[in-house]
């Protein structure tokens, strides 16, 4: 009887070996970042070090499994911080019309206008010839907090400054459906992000509150004759912040909006430009700074500022946020070796009113809208196929009748190594 189990068992085993036939594959790689940094509080360095492993097991086109993580080491002034990284903890699988994702993974929606961010949650694509849809429902509350980029209001900031382990809890929902309709492989979309704050109201103290925003998103991207390349998007937030100890209720109204041009020249050097033009409405009384109110007026019903639910640095020097802003930032890029590509980039911003700005070193008494000019240039060295280095440097040159920073420099050297 025992022989005849085992037989079966046997067998079992075999069918499914031979139904799914397994594969293995796993990797890694090694960061090393130093960055020197001049402002008007004088030079500071900062060196980070990173370690990371991934593994992906292949079981079935609808059923995978993939996971990775790491560990970061940051040395900045003065003072050692450890990392741990836990950032992809997923199952997943697609065939010719279904694509779908659980667990941990990293969210962005189809354009990557929305939302760029770790959640732990599901995310469902559907693949048809003249259109895709695809939807999504996500927590941010247990992912590391070092591990997210989800910074939306004073207390989301004053908790990472107090040492949270966690990130800001919030709920997150999402659906997109794209048509592939528009001349050069273009497709038009319209996406619909929405997100609510999981705190519990008794947290919220004067001049706090509770942020539950939704997005909409329409755009449309593709190629105009055969080598201009362009995204547009147009993006509306309307939403409420929960003032509970102030017995307040505002609403939002805010939008951002942005044009996209890439042009790959075929001559000599591969040379390649981009366009990026991006406007976003503001508000005088929204503090970006923290992101809260300055003073209650009693009037006051709306908030103009556009709060997006993921952090997106904009220059390289400059941290200015994504509210409250306007910038044409234009670049170039060659390829004289194949080994080595090099790029200039000029980035010059604004602000589109006379309020405040995620950067706390300005004059708020100041009428002017121009903030600075930031250029930069980076070296991207392909060593070999597994070892890349590169080199950036950036000056920033403010609007001294706006910006109290001064000149401002920073540069860095990456070493990348992938095994």
């Excluded at 909409?216 to 509970?244: H, P």
Aim: charged letters at 15%.
């Amino acid at each position: 009887m025992m022989k005849f189990k085992f037989s079966i068992l046997i067998l079992i085993v075999q069918t499914a070996v031979s139904l799914y036939s397994v594969s293995f594959d796993w990797g890694g790689s090694i960061q090393n970042l130093s960055d020197l940094s001049l402002e008007e509080s004088g030079l500071e360095w900062t060196q980070s070090d990173g370690a990371a492993l991934w593994l992906d097991l292949g079981i079935h086109d609808l059923f995978n499994l993939k996971l990775s993580g790491g560990y970061n080491f940051v040395y900045m002034g003065g003072e050692a911080s450890h990392i741990p990284v836990a950032d992809n903890l997923q199952f997943y699988g697609e065939n010719d019309f279904l694509a779908y994702k659980a667990g941990r993974f990293s969210f962005r929606d189809m354009n990557g206008h929305l939302a760029d961010l770790l959640i732990d949650g599901v995310q469902l694509s559907y693949k048809h010839r003249l259109f895709t849809i695809s939807a999504a429902s996500g927590f941010t509350g247990l992912i590391f907090a070092d591990n997210s980029n989800v910074l939306m209001t004073s207390k989301d900031f004053q908790a990472r400054i107090d040492g949270a382990l966690l990130a800001s809890p919030r709920l997150m929902e999402y659906g997109e459906v794209a048509f592939h309709v528009l001349p050069g492989d273009g497709t038009v979309s319209a996406a619909y992000l929405a997100q609510q704050e999981m705190r519990s109201s008794l947290s919220c103290l004067e001049g706090e509150g509770l942020l539950h925003t939704m997005y909409a998103d329409l755009s449309a991207k593709g190629r105009i004759g055969s080598s201009v390349f362009y995204d547009f998007y147009a993006i509306g937030q309307i939403g409420n912040y929960f003032m509970f100890a102030d017995n307040r209720i505002l609403a939002i109204l805010a939008g951002a909006a942005g044009l996209n041009l890439t042009v790959p020249l075929n001559i000599i050097l591969d040379p390649v430009i981009s366009v990026k033009l991006y406007y976003s409405s503001g508000d005088a009384e929204w503090v970006n700074s923290f992101y809260g109110l300055e003073s209650l007026n009693e009037t006051k019903e709306y908030i103009y500022q556009y709060i997006p639910l993921s952090v997106r640095k904009v220059g390289y020097v400059f941290d200015g946020g994504v509210g409250n802003m306007m910038y044409g930032d234009v670049s170039a890029g060659i390829s004289p070796f194949e080994w080595l590509n090099i790029t200039a980039r000029s980035l010059t911003l604004f602000r589109t009113i006379n309020g405040s700005l995620l950067d706390p070193a300005y004059d708020p008494d100041s009428a002017s809208f121009f903030i600075g000019e930031e250029v930069g240039l980076n070296l991207d060295f392909k060593i070999f196929s597994d070892l890349g280095v590169q080199l950036k440097g950036g000056l920033f040159i403010p609007n001294d009748d706006l910006m109290t920073t001064g000149l401002m420099f920073k540069a860095s050297a990456l070493v990348t190594l992938k095994f």
